[in-house]
Antibody
Framework: EVLLVQSGADVKKPGESLRISCQAS????????INWVRQMPGKGLEWMGR????????TYSPSFQGHVTISVDKSTRTAYLQWSSLKASDTAIYYC?????????WGQGTMVTVSS | EIVLTQSPGTLSLSPGERATLSCGAS???????LGWYQKKPGQAPRLLIY???RRGAGIPDRFTGSGSGRNFTLTISRLEPEDFAVYYC????????FGQGTKLEIK
């Protein structure tokens, strides 16, 4: 079975760092880009960026460039999304998604809450 | 960046009725890279349609996608109770973007 399993919910303070994960199973990990998508409370879906696990090359949405970093560890079949300094406005659910024909497989989502 | 605008914002219909959801693009989108997703609270988005008209795995045939250029449509022929949700269109070319969503609610 093709699965993306994300790390659990996290609560952080403004200024703290965070890395969330997305572990893939059931398919050729290097063959498909992994994307990250944000959903802020009560809002729609926003594409943040993607990584090609085969060479770790990344592409970011202009809205997120410089604010987050996407990385991958092929040995553990895991993609990561990280922040060096969180803001309250980063409070959201973050999804990873495999890019095949479209975004065909999604992780279950990771709720990130940033509050002082 | 390609901006996708969905209409209507909210659609109120009854089970058994036909739903027509629209997605307009700020510039032409290749039919290869236009998709639709269903989103329910507490669940991850679910791929319904890719390549404008191709159904995702396990998607019932009451869901139909169509369109070209700057205008695309998702049609649900006969609404089932489980179809009431938020629907997003997406172009997944070089720099993907989503529409703002259409909420399909029970009338």
């Amino acid at each position: 079975e093709v699965l993306l399993v994300q790390s659990g919910a996290d609560v952080k303070k403004p200024g703290e760092s965070l890395r969330i994960s997305c572990q893939a199973s059931g398919y050729d990990f290097s063959g498909y880009w992994i994307n990250w998508v944000r959903q802020m409370p009560g809002k729609g879906l926003e594409w943040m960026g993607r990584i090609d696990p085969s060479d770790s090359s990344t592409t970011y949405s202009p809205s997120f460039q410089g604010h987050v970093t996407i990385s991958v560890d092929k040995s553990t079949r895991t993609a990561y999304l990280q922040w060096s300094s969180l803001k309250a406005s980063d409070t959201a659910i973050y999804y990873c998604a495999r890019r095949s024909t479209a975004f065909d497989i999604w992780g279950q989502g990771t709720m990130v809450t940033v509050s002082s | 960046e390609i901006v996708l605008t969905q209409s209507p914002g909210t659609l109120s219909l009854s089970p058994g009725e036909r739903a027509t959801l629209s997605c307009g693009a700020s510039q032409s989108v290749s039919t290869l890279y236009l998709g639709w997703y269903q989103k329910k609270p507490g669940q991850a988005p679910r791929l319904l349609i890719y390549g404008t008209y191709r159904r995702g795995a396990g998607i019932p045939d009451r869901f139909t996608g169509s369109g070209s250029g700057r205008n695309f449509t998702l049609t649900i022929s006969r609404l089932e109770p489980e179809d009431f949700a938020v629907y997003y269109c997406q172009q997944y070319g070089t720099s993907p973007t989503f529409g703002q969503g259409t909420k399909l609610e029970i009338k």
